[in-house]
């Protein structure tokens, strides 16, 4: 009996938390994707602890890296735009013209993306002689060789990345969080596993623990859109306002996604030119800071698109303006503590996570400054992506590519300069600066353009 009171007394607590405005939904939302992606992460987490255990900064580590960075640059470039362009106008269909309006969206989008990125996952692997050389100029033929082989096994991802993206936008859509928090965990599991289970594998295990996470990630999210009753076989319906809009808003998107998913490619490159190691220890220190960035920007950014799409449709200015001056207040007042935490305790933070096996306290040394220098970019980071979400919502995409021309252009310069300095900390203290230039100039835009409407609809 005391059980089912205390159950019921923390129900009532989460509906009065989660429930009727806006900001309690988009609350509700965010903890629910937070605390499940915190339990990937924590996954996650064990995966690093195993990948660092028996590769620590070695060759094979750095190839698999330097593999994955243009496969990444694509899944985040091109798939990742479709779900950024598609969500809003999906969720103002579905207000407008009902269910077999956005079934139809789904189906013709679904159907465009898969073509698109298959002929996109097919010149990533052709186009390999030509760009491989140019992100790892200071890798022997050895270790170019192995990279190129692990680019061949990981290009399927570019497909699977773009289902995954898509069908769980669709979810997120449609106010069903938990299962796309969640399903992400697969990956890891799958990577474990491998290790384990095949150890004569070696770094191929990271790469098909990749392939087949997805596959598994696929089927949980097709089983939770059949149960929302979401045709998920795809039906060619011809192009129609809707899948125009789609076009129209892609555009945009992917060029600044484009330009400002270069910063990690530029990153990637550049650290390629300094001694032997350098792409590892950005890498680690970068995944360590990465947990708590991906963690709040995923829960946020996943809960704000569909009720800032929501209130757009319905043109509720005052609300959509409430709402982004409210946690955008947030965002600085919980980051800040946060950013401080990591600086001062990162020496010990790579000691307990990475300092074991064949990652040395050497390693350490090398790793935890690069840290300090990236988690220097922790408010700014979430304040952007948050701005960007409104910016999803809103139509205004082409502001993006105007910003992350700005990035671009800051990071290549920064890296330069900084790293001549500092070395590979140059190149995450680059990265922080980056990301603050960033936040200014899109608030900036942003709250121009908020500020034009509500004054129109006074």
């Not at 600066?433 to 960033?438: A, M, N, R, T």
Request: glycine share 6%.
């Amino acid at each position: 009996m005391k059980i089912e009171l205390r159950s019921q007394k923390i129900f009532d607590l989460w509906s009065k938390l989660t429930r009727g405005s806006i900001n309690k939904k988009i609350f509700g939302a965010a903890l629910t994707v937070g605390i499940l992606t915190a339990l990937v992460k924590f996954i996650s987490v064990g995966k690093e602890l195993v990948v660092a255990w028996k590769f620590g900064t070695g060759d094979q580590l750095d190839a698999f890296l330097i593999a994955l960075v243009v496969p990444s640059f694509v899944i985040n470039v091109v798939a990742g735009s479709f779900q950024s362009s598609l969500i809003p106008v999906y969720i103002k269909a579905r207000e407008q013209e009902g269910r077999i309006t956005t079934q139809k969206l789904l189906s013709n989008i679904f159907i465009v993306a898969t073509i698109f990125l298959i002929a996109i996952a097919i010149a990533t692997v052709l186009m390999t002689p030509l760009y491989l050389p140019l992100l790892a100029s200071g890798f022997s033929t050895e270790k170019l060789v192995l990279t190129e082989r692990l680019i061949w096994v990981i290009s399927p991802l570019i497909l699977l990345s773009g289902i995954v993206s898509i069908w769980g936008g669709v979810l997120n859509a449609g106010e069903r969080f938990a299962l796309a928090a969640f399903s992400p965990a697969t990956t890891p599991i799958a990577t474990i596993i491998l290790l384990f289970v095949f150890p004569d594998w070696g770094i191929f295990a990271l790469a098909i623990g990749l392939l087949l996470g997805s596959l598994v990630e696929i089927a949980i999210l097709g089983i939770g859109l059949r149960r929302q009753k979401v045709e998920i076989i795809p039906r060619w319906t011809g192009f129609d306002g809707n899948l125009t809009e789609v076009s129209r808003q892609y555009l945009p998107v992917v060029t600044g996604a484009f330009l400002m998913c270069s910063a990690n490619l530029v990153d990637q490159s550049m650290a390629a030119m300094l001694p032997a190691g350098s792409v590892s220890a950005l890498g680690y220190a970068n995944r360590v800071i990465a947990l708590p960035l991906t963690l709040i920007t995923l829960a946020l950014g996943t809960a704000v698109i569909p009720y800032f799409s929501k209130t757009i449709a319905q043109k509720n200015w005052t609300q959509v303006e409430r709402t982004f001056r409210l946690y955008l207040k947030l965002i600085f007042v919980s980051t800040i503590p946060l950013t401080i935490a990591f600086i001062i305790a990162s020496k010990l933070i790579v000691q307990l996570l990475f300092e074991r096996g064949s990652f040395t306290a050497e390693d350490t040394n090398i790793v935890y400054p690069i840290q300090i220098c990236y988690a220097l970019q922790i408010p700014f980071y979430i304040a952007a992506i948050f701005v960007v979400r409104l910016i999803n919502s809103l139509g205004i995409n082409y502001f993006l590519a105007w910003g992350s021309a700005i990035n671009l252009i800051f990071n290549i310069v920064g890296n330069y300069v900084l790293m001549a300095w500092l070395g590979v900390k140059g190149i995450a203290l680059s990265t922080s600066l980056v990301y603050l230039i960033s936040f200014i100039f899109l608030y900036v835009v942003t709250n121009k353009h908020l500020n034009k409407i509500c004054l129109q609809n006074e």
